[in-house]
């Protein structure tokens, strides 16, 4: 019914071991997380098609985000703050009276 993988695609463990330790549940409670995941499979939607084909990297990035949405904005940010400065860097190498920049420059016009 695929409520294995779904909490496994969801918390990012392998599929393997959520099945594993329903079925270790499943015996050490007596049975009673077997109506628990019937009523999950019948309650719960369908993965949607248009997330089953995503890259590996993609997925790891959206099990991060639903692990910890603060730390993945966090990384964001800082990823950005980043870029920003090397763009930074950048524009002021390309802006600042630079002679051998210009003489390249012009050797390529």
Do not use: H
Request: hydrophobic letters at 40%; a negative charge; glycine letters at 8%.
């Amino acid at each position: 019914m695929g409520v294995c993988a779904g909490l496994a695609d969801y918390t990012g463990f392998d599929v393997s071991l959520v099945r594993i330790l329903l079925v270790l549940g499943i015996f050490m409670g007596g049975g009673a997380l077997l109506p628990i995941y019937f009523i999950a499979g019948w309650i719960a939607d369908d993965k949607p098609d248009s997330l089953r084909a995503t890259d590996p990297e993609e997925n790891r990035f959206w099990q991060g985000v639903r692990a910890s949405p603060a730390r993945s904005a966090s990384e964001i940010r800082s990823t950005l703050r980043s870029i920003d400065r090397r763009l930074a860097d950048i524009e002021q190498y390309v802006t600042t009276e630079n002679r051998s920049l210009a003489r390249e420059i012009e050797q390529l016009r």
